[in-house]
């Protein structure tokens, strides 16, 4: 790998040819060679693309667009750079005007061997030849670079990609010789949805905290009823209120946090009602309410409304995890590593097993089993649960640490299993098949089975004597299905574990997400937004002067996007807001001036910023009737048209002889003459008009590398480059001009 640009040479490289100079015989040669015998050069993805540099250089890009995400050879030419210093040319991530183009891929070729970028120095600059090529003539330079779409800390899926060229190693802080050019690789093509981010990919997820509800005492679990909507919260007391016994189970309202219910007494070893924590939310029970276990041994039932809950007392040891039973009625009970199943009305245990060890369990009802960890021995066991017996035992490696939880995806029936700093997943029948690691400890998972999506709370460790805690938590998202991140990481300042484990609760469709922090006596409502998606998108547009333009984007985001239209007159250097531009669809009445003009739109939430791929506006005159005779005519030097009348033998040319306008030498005539064959055809070298026998001119657009050749057959173009000889160098040099 050669190295990133702003890195000194370590060392010389092999030796290699001499530059190649740019005379114009080798130019002709080339472009005989690039277009074939009687073809046209159209607007496609082989068009060669210019832009103008901030000191007036011309950069050209043979190709960029439908690139090959594997690999494409493209051809990159400039005119115009200062020879004092060196540039690099490559594929990099294009991060706006006057701000360095980095990363770039392969780096800078500083060792003579890289062919994803070229290094090019001043004549006589101590590595010309060995490790770099010379400028040729006013600047100019002819390489031909490989570039992909993805490497070196790159992906142009992701980021805007460009060609560009910019100041060596020696200057890397000079923004002067930054010319950008966007390509684009297959599948990620102008007007196709999608979009490219600014600060963060397009359609990029992430949870913003909204609210924070502190009515519910010191939150130990949580369930979001499925058919009331109600946030059932199991709570303790806080230390810190002592004048205050916050212990019982709550309703709280999850839009605003307040409390509509709360119960707090339950039935004791006695039968007698005694306030009671709620330590563990089973499930719901049909249409509103939870089934729980509270401290230490009680299992109750309560709803909205109710003045306490009703419940068992149950015989043996303390109740370490709770789930839905088998049959309505009845519920799982861990009473460390026994696994019972019991009838609530009465508590009576229907059928019982003693595993090896373990305290916490997770069932899979749809699958019919219960997965029992035991993290003191390292084991995970499973129970069947038309038997209940054990049928297989798997490995859980690294739990002679910090144990976390066990859940289970009723999407796929994986087994998430949470251990010190890790999540182990495994599938459904046991096989291990993704370890998840974090920066702070596993405490609990949720899961969003519509949409395909586990849900993962970090607590820091809270002992701020060990360097590895900072008393922030986290929350992740990954897709259940491949565990690659679904939204970015969200910091839970103060979230530690000193006092409790975080638990979740996720709404259907996870739009909304409740994470509960112990320690702070708090619960954290979270919002997803995602950045803005393009999902309509324009594309370029060729039009006659006069006619209307209408150019459509549109995108989809949480919040909804805002949209800004952007132009750019320099080739995509520099963009500007159009005053008023902030509807979907902008529509304009297209000017000669315009032509080349580049238009995007820019769509804004509080998640990102995301843009639709350049698209180019080719505005030509409405008829040509007026460019040629001897009256001359009208024309707009911007786009590359004439600017004021010949004397029909050649039709007009912005210097008034003629000599740009086209290749003609007929027969002059006061209102446009004969031409000769190649002027009667209208063709044109540097795009202007060439009048014909009824006066009315043919333009063409479009160039070919960088020398402003437009769409002509084999013969004529060789009859141009020889016969034209110094004309063709000044022609291209007005053209890079620009629109103003």
């Not at 074939?36 to 050209?60: C, N």
């Not at 054990?390 to 998430?416: H, K, N, R, Y």
């Amino acid at each position: 790998m050669t190295p990133t640009p702003g890195t000194p040479p370590t060392g010389p490289g092999r030796p290699r040819r001499p530059g190649r100079r740019l005379g114009a015989a080798a130019v002709t040669a080339l472009l005989l060679a690039a277009v074939p015998a009687g073809a046209a050069v159209s607007a496609d993805a082989a068009t060669p693309k210019s832009a103008t540099g901030p000191q007036g250089q011309k950069l050209t890009v043979s190709a960029t667009t439908g690139l090959d995400p594997a690999g494409a050879k493209i051809r990159v030419t400039g005119e115009g750079y200062g020879t004092t210093s060196g540039i690099y040319v490559a594929l990099c991530k294009d991060n706006g005007a006057n701000r360095v183009p980095s990363p770039c891929l392969g780096g800078a070729d500083m060792s003579g061997g890289s062919k994803n970028s070229q290094w090019i120095v001043p004549k006589g600059d101590p590595y010309e030849g060995e490790l770099a090529l010379p400028f040729g003539p006013g600047g100019t330079f002819d390489v031909e670079i490989e570039i992909r779409s993805q490497g070196d800390g790159l992906d142009c899926a992701d980021v805007p990609c460009s060609v560009v060229t910019r100041a060596d190693h020696r200057a890397s802080g000079d923004r002067t010789q930054d010319v950008r050019i966007p390509v684009t690789f297959a599948g990620r093509e102008p007007g196709e949805p999608g979009g490219e981010g600014v600060d963060v990919p397009a359609g990029t997820v992430s949870y913003k905290p909204v609210a924070v509800f502190t009515s519910a005492g010191k939150p130990l679990d949580l369930l979001l009823h499925p058919d009331s909507k109600k946030l059932y919260v199991g709570a303790d007391n806080i230390p810190d209120t002592a004048d205050t016994d916050e212990r019982g189970l709550y309703v709280l309202n999850p839009e605003d946090g307040k409390a509509e219910s709360r119960i707090t007494d339950a039935p004791g070893s006695t039968g007698a009602l005694r306030a009671s924590a709620a330590a563990r939310i089973s499930g719901p029970l049909p249409g509103d309410g939870v089934v729980y276990n509270y401290p230490l041994r009680g299992v109750g039932s309560a709803k909205a409304g109710d003045t306490a809950a009703t419940g068992v007392w149950l015989a043996g040891s303390t109740i370490t995890d709770i789930a839905p039973g088998t049959a309505p009625g009845t519920v799982l009970v861990a009473q460390g590593a026994k696994l019972s199943e019991i009838e609530r009305a009465t508590g009576t245990a229907t059928r019982s097993l003693t595993l090896p060890g373990g305290t916490q369990f997770a069932a899979d009802h749809a699958r019919g089993a219960v997965w029992f960890s035991d993290f003191a021995s390292g084991k995970l066991h499973r129970v069947d649960l038309a038997s209940f017996a054990v049928t297989a035992s798997f490995d859980l490696p690294g739990t002679d640490s910090i144990a976390g939880f066990t859940e289970v995806d009723p999407a796929s029936g994986a087994v998430w299993v949470g251990v010190n700093r890790s999540v182990l997943v495994f599938d459904a029948t046991g096989k291990p098949v993704k370890t998840l690691v974090g920066k702070d400890l596993a405490r609990d998972a949720a899961f969003d089975a519509a949409g395909g999506r586990a849900f993962v709370a970090w607590q820091d460790g809270g002992d701020l004597s060990d360097p590895a805690n900072d008393n922030n938590g986290t929350l992740t998202v990954y897709d259940s299905t491949d565990f690659t991140p679904a939204a970015k990481d969200l910091s839970l300042p103060g979230n530690q574990t000193q006092l409790g484990a975080a638990s979740l609760a996720v709404e259907p469709g996870g739009a909304t997400v409740f994470v509960t922090s112990p320690a702070e006596g708090k619960i954290t409502r979270l919002t997803r937004q995602v950045s803005p998606l393009v999902t309509q998108a324009p594309a370029d547009r060729s039009v006659r002067a006069g006619e209307e333009v209408a150019l459509t984007a549109r995108a989809e985001g949480t919040p909804e996007p805002s949209v800004r239209w952007q132009v750019s007159t320099d080739g995509s250097q520099t963009w500007r807001e159009l005053d008023g531009a902030t509807e979907p669809v902008l529509t304009f009445t297209a000017k000669s001036a315009q032509d080349g003009y580049r238009y995007r739109a820019e769509f804004r939430n509080d998640v990102g910023t995301t843009r639709t791929a350049p698209v180019t506006l080719t505005v030509t005159e409405a008829t040509g009737g007026d460019t040629g005779g001897g009256n001359g005519g009208s024309g707009d030097t911007t786009t590359g048209g004439a600017a004021t009348g010949g004397d029909g033998s050649t039709g007009g040319d912005s210097d008034g002889d003629g000599s740009d306008g086209g290749t003609s030498t007929g027969t002059s005539g006061s209102s446009g003459g004969s031409g000769s064959s190649a002027g009667s055809t209208g063709s044109t070298v540097g795009g202007g008009s060439v009048g014909g026998n009824t006066g009315a001119g043919t333009t063409s657009g479009g160039s070919l590398a960088a020398t402003g050749i437009t769409v002509i057959s084999v013969t004529l173009l060789a009859a141009a480059l020889l016969g034209g000889g110094l004309l063709i160098h000044r022609r291209a040099r007005r053209r890079t001009s620009g629109l103003a």
